[in-house]
């Protein structure tokens, strides 16, 4: 074969390097078909092994964080003598004899490098800072030994009075500026938003608070460390993104990113919080150092409250002018929230109301307050959750003030292109989830009056609201390995939070590869692999669809190249852009009979297997005008520059006991538009999990912060509650068929986060029609309904 | 979680002898609860006594009442045709407790002896007066939103016991037999048993060290079998209660002959209200009357910050469920 090669050359052959998006029929391959998860078999079995999971590395010991009682104060010193006599204690680790890292997040430029969520590294001093920061670690040849020695162990401290929250008398607000570690401009103007607030017929002005929430993943966050060499570091992680774990290591541990290795081959849910390598990470790693030995950490449901970050206590103001036909004139609005005393984090619940309806003047601004907690992080859908709860609440209050039905009022400020941008939109589909939402739900049958629609002793209220999510800028590879066999592996270094990317990445490959899907096996979750971004943002799934459809392309490129070339095919002297590769033949465009399958060819070239490469490029940050051209050759000209979202609607039945307070969801329907969907089932699934995570939210989730001491009340799932089955009922969920040529070249706009913008404000809108009162606190809990039985 | 020892006790007096030789020991039967409570740190006992193959058993008619031993398993009692038939409120407040697992393994009395789901009880990093005696009370001044509103002191106001069953116990006039290391058995009303917290918090019953649970006792009444447990919860199912109410109720010719009623989730203690039974009995079976007794038996009540919404929600559970057994 190379002997074949030498005597052709390829210098004159056009290359059709750039893959047509959008070739294959969305709805005929395996794409987008319900297929069960390709790794549901082995996590029922107990075969799938989680980070915590790898229990036969040699001499495996493991660590127990002891943490702070306090939320501040300082360490005056340690009684480690009762620890130390137990059996099997094999090190007690404090900052006192902590080795010392090449680089802490303690200072600015060392947290930018490292990449670290929270600007402090616990064990780097004597400080306490907040209420369940690590102050010592153990290790011990088993899990209770070493709890049992952190028991015994004794810090002393000199405690000082804490500062709890912004809602603290003491609080010092800030103007922070800049938000989210200085990736997003605090203060947004547009317009002139006071002077048209001023002058507007109608004037709405009201306060939302939301409290506390914690992602509470069902794996908590776990790490195992394994020195395989002085210089050579595995890890198996709980994270979300092990590229970035990678980073944050070896910044800190002053190696190449090379010499750390970092695994995440299933993942027990993440919603954000796993989305940084926060310090139990890298003090797993410093106790597999310290001890010589490979060290496993989990982190207990208690630590899971400050560990990992959590949504921020906070209060929003929204102020609406309208005029009186329901037009948005002016919308304005400003935020107050707890930051840590190192970070200026915040969600950015002010973009969505930025550029969710037709609005010409708007202002943003943040306050911010240090006080002793944890850095906060992004929690699913960070800042278009909470967010959208203030803007959707206030609008059907605007709705209910001017008598106009709630999607009326929103169709009246439907945006044609995003209001904060002026960009026009990459596709939305926003018309359609309203009318197919509203159908499925029956909205037209709705009593336009609130607090009139009985269940005997019951109160019936139905809500709704607009969801909508970014696409964010994002990048991954993938490389895809097809055998003469017919067997192919794809792999990229993605995570799968355990809603389905083993299964929808199968589906491209083997849809792109002309193969079964039992022929494909799809692996990630290893920094081995090739780089793929973070799982978080919603990003994953249309990056990584895009990287293995890319690297699919490529390996077909390279065959198309063996064809031309051999004397033998019926391809031979073919030009490259004259063939294709469909359902795993090479053929000629123009002739498809003329042609062959990718097995003959291999054979005869003597070729085990093929390797390509590709890169996805997610978002508008790297949107290609190639790519809209090919999808339709009209509209090449206005390709680039537009404003990617995905939209979607929420509808809800309350049931509302007016006596006892309780409020319970008795009918539920979401529809949305959200690019093409890669698997239906594991789509509905995502829908369900995000609408019941943002019912959790609206009804139930809030982490008590107790304001005198700093410290957190029911930090358990016995008593933060999450909903139950019985609390859920069952959930109707559509998506409308969405073909987006700018997005990427799957045309996925991701749905991990979208599922639960609007649930909160659905919920409450739905309590005010039962009730006729309006609650603006999350979550709506008996007490705040109580008090409505005169309504 | 400590170290400690575990032995299986076969009879009543090998366990409470060895609890008399080891006073720290605890005894252990469906564990749903001492467990957790002994690796959050909140209890630590050297030695465990697995009481399991003590004789406590049976579900049965006595003259006295209905006899339950304090080793039958929740649900099995929840779901039994005598309990369901003539102590609705019984069964109904094993049901709605806890999950299907929890009730297959909790005994009746682990259940009776349940300890506060307080949050500043059940993290060892906070003070508490009731676990460690003379630390204070952060509840007070802090989340009080699940905590007690009637027999409050100024050392404690946490729902000592959090659960249900009791509730329904205080409602119907049960009766605990309890056993001694000396075989000498007692019998003390479930009213009797706790005790409020006052300066001592950190003692709940009039359970002697080492004396064990042995039965429950509950008398037959025409108020037992028209009976209903109302639980208010944050969430459909798995939650204790924010408020709860036990009735019965005897009506004849529209008027109440007797009343049974006890509130669970507001009180230091289950809550029996002779007031709200005083205020119900000959009175004619209407929602003004339970209004009336619903108003008298939060007469007494001390609500604090994040709980006065339980003031009106537990007069509102009483109101609903006494107009449930009304009919």
């Known amino acids: ?791 | 979680m400590n170290n400690f020892s575990y032995i299986q006790a076969n009879s009543a007096k090998e366990a409470t002898g060895i609890r008399q030789a080891t006073p720290q020991a605890a005894y252990i039967a469906g564990g749903t609860t001492l467990l957790d409570l002994m690796k959050a740190h909140l209890e630590e006992h050297p030695q465990l006594v697995d009481i399991n193959l003590l004789p406590f058993k049976g579900i049965e008619q006595t003259s006295d009442g209905l006899r339950i031993g304090a080793m039958e398993r929740m649900s099995d009692v929840g779901e039994h045709p005598l309990v369901l038939q003539q102590y609705p409120a019984v069964s109904e407040s094993l049901l709605l407790a806890a999950s299907p697992q929890l009730r297959n393994m909790a005994s009746i009395g682990g259940n009776i002896l349940q300890r506060t789901r307080c949050g500043y009880f059940r993290d060892a990093a906070f003070p508490c007066n009731k676990r460690v005696p003379g630390s204070g009370c952060p509840a007070i001044a802090g989340d009080n939103h699940n905590l007690a509103i009637l027999g409050t002191s100024e050392a404690c106001i946490a729902t000592a016991y959090p659960g249900d069953l009791s509730v329904a116990l205080a409602a119907l006039d049960a009766v605990l037999t309890l056993e001694n290391a000396k075989g000498k058995q007692r019998r003390v009303p479930v009213t009797e048993f706790y005790v409020l917290p006052g300066k001592t918090p950190q003692r709940e019953t009039v359970l002697e060290p080492g004396e064990l649970i042995v039965a429950v006792t509950i008398p037959a009444a025409a108020h037992a079998r028209r009976s209903t447990y109302l639980k208010v919860r944050e969430r459909a199912s798995y939650a204790y209660a924010l408020a709860s109410a036990a009735v019965g109720l005897d009506v004849q010719g529209g008027t109440i002959r007797s009343a049974r009623v006890a509130l669970g989730g507001v009180g230091t203690k289950p809550w029996r209200s002779p007031e709200a039974e005083k205020v119900l009995t000959g009175a004619p079976a209407t929602e003004a009357t339970f209004r009336a007794a619903a108003a008298a038996a939060l007469r007494g009540a001390q609500p604090r910050d994040d709980n006065r919404f339980k003031v009106e929600l537990a007069q509102n559970t009483l109101v609903q469920a006494l107009m449930k057994v009304a009919g």
């Open chain 1, 1 to 791: 074969m190379t002997f074949v090669l030498q005597l052709v050359t390829l210098q004159n052959i056009p290359m059709d390097t750039e893959p047509k998006f959008f070739e294959t029929n969305p709805t005929a391959g395996v794409v987008g078909q319900p297929l069960n998860r390709v790794d549901g078999r082995d996590k029922v079995m107990g075969r799938a092994k989680y980070s915590a999971e790898f229990n036969n590395l040699p001499g495996l010991v493991h660590a127990v964080l002891k943490t702070s009682d306090v939320a501040k104060g300082r360490i005056t010193g340690f009684d480690t003598t009762a620890a130390l006599k137990q059996p099997g204690v094999l090190a007690i680790i404090t900052h006192q004899n902590i080795p010392k890292l090449a680089k802490t997040p303690n200072d600015a430029e060392g947290k930018k490098a490292i990449g670290a969520p929270m600007g402090y590294l616990p064990l780097t001093d004597d400080r306490i800072h907040y209420a369940g920061q690590p102050v010592a670690v153990i290790v011990a040849d088993t899990l209770e030994r070493a709890q049992y020695a952190a028991a015994l162990l004794r810090v002393q401290v000199a405690a000082e009075k804490p500062l709890a929250s912004y809602e603290d008398p003491k609080a010092q607000l800030f103007d922070p500026t800049k938000i989210q570690d200085g990736k997003t401009q605090a203060h947004v103007v547009r317009g002139n938003a006071q002077t048209a607030f001023a002058a507007a017929p109608i004037q709405l002005t009201h306060k939302y608070t939301h409290a506390i929430n914690h992602h509470n993943p069902m794996e908590p966050g776990a790490t195992t460390a394994h020195w395989e060499a002085p210089d050579r570091l595995t890890v198996y992680e709980s994270t979300q993104g092990v590229t970035r774990t990678q980073k944050a290591l070896s910044t800190m541990l002053g190696l190449s990113a090379e010499q750390v290795r970092v695994v995440t081959k299933y993942l027990g849910g993440g919603f954000g919080c796993k989305g940084s390598c926060w310090p139990h990470t890298v003090l797993t790693v410093q106790a597999a150092k310290f001890v010589g030995r490979p060290v496993k950490l989990s982190l207990t449901r208690p630590q899971m409250f400050t560990s990992m970050g959590h949504r921020e206590d906070q209060t929003q103001t929204l102020r609406l002018g309208a005029t009186n036909d329901g037009k948005l004139t002016a919308l304005i609005h400003e935020k107050t929230s707890t930051t840590s005393p190192w970070d200026n984090y915040a969600e950015s619940n002010s973009k969505i109301v930025n550029m969710l309806y037709e609005c010409p003047n708007f202002e943003a601004s943040y306050q911010l307050a240090r006080a002793n907690v944890m850095t906060s992080t992004f929690t699913r859908a960070p800042g278009e959750a909470p967010g959208s709860f203030a803007l959707e609440s206030s609008m059907d209050d605007l709705a209910y003030q001017l008598g106009i039905d709630p999607i009326e009022i929103r169709l009246r400020n439907y945006a044609e292109k995003d209001p904060s941008t002026g960009q026009p939109w990459s596709s939305k589909s926003l018309r359609q989830c309203y009318a197919r939402g509203a159908e499925l739900f029956g909205w037209s049958k709705r009593n336009p009056k609130a607090g009139a629609t009985r269940n005997g002793r019951l109160l019936v209220g139905w809500g709704m609201a607009t969801a909508s999510y970014p696409v964010h800028n994002s990048q991954g590879m993938a490389r895809a390995r097809l055998y003469a066999d017919g067997h192919a592996v794809v792999q990229s270094g993605a995570t799968d939070l355990g809603t389905g990317t083993y299964t929808v990445m199968t589906q491209v490959a083997a849809e792109a590869l002309g193969l079964p899907v039992e022929k494909v096996r799809f692996e990630l979750g290893d920094t081995k692999l090739p780089t793929a971004p973070n799982s978080g943002g919603s990003v994953a799934a249309g990056t990584v669809s895009s990287s293995v459809y890319m690297a699919v392309q490529d390996l077909w490129q390279k065959l198309i190249k063996v064809a031309v070339l051999d004397k033998k095919s019926p391809l031979y002297r073919a030009k490259l852009t004259d063939v294709e590769a469909k359902a795993g033949r090479l053929q000629l465009k123009a002739n498809p009979k003329k042609g062959e399958g990718f097995a003959a060819l291999m054979k005869r070239a003597d070729m085990a297997d093929v390797e390509g490469n590709g890169q996805g490029r997610y978002g508008s940050g790297y949107e290609d005008a190639q790519a809209a051209a090919n999808a339709d050759p009209a509209k090449k000209d206005e390709a680039a520059h537009h404003s990617m979202h995905s939209f979607g609607a929420h509808f809800c039945e309350v049931q509302v006991d007016p006596d006892l307070g309780t409020v319970r969801v008795t009918r539920w329907v979401s529809v949305h538009g959200a690019g093409r969907i890669l698997n239906a089932k594991t789509a509905r699934s995502q829908i369900i999990g995000g609408s019941i995570f943002g019912i959790g939210a609206a009804l139930m989730e809030g982490t008590v912060r107790d304001q005198n001491l700093a410290r957190y009340t029911n930090a358990s799932l016995a008593d933060y509650h999450i909903p139950v089955n019985a609390d859920i009922p069952d959930m109707t969920v559509e998506f409308i068929e969405e073909h987006d040529p700018y997005i990427n070249a799957m045309g996925v706009k991701g749905i991990g986060e979208i599922s639960m913008v609007g649930v909160s404000a659905a919920v409450a809108n739905a309590v005010f029609h039962a009730t006729g009162k309006r609650v603006r606190e999350l979550p709506i809990t008996p007490d705040k309904i109580l008090g409505t039985k005169a309504v």
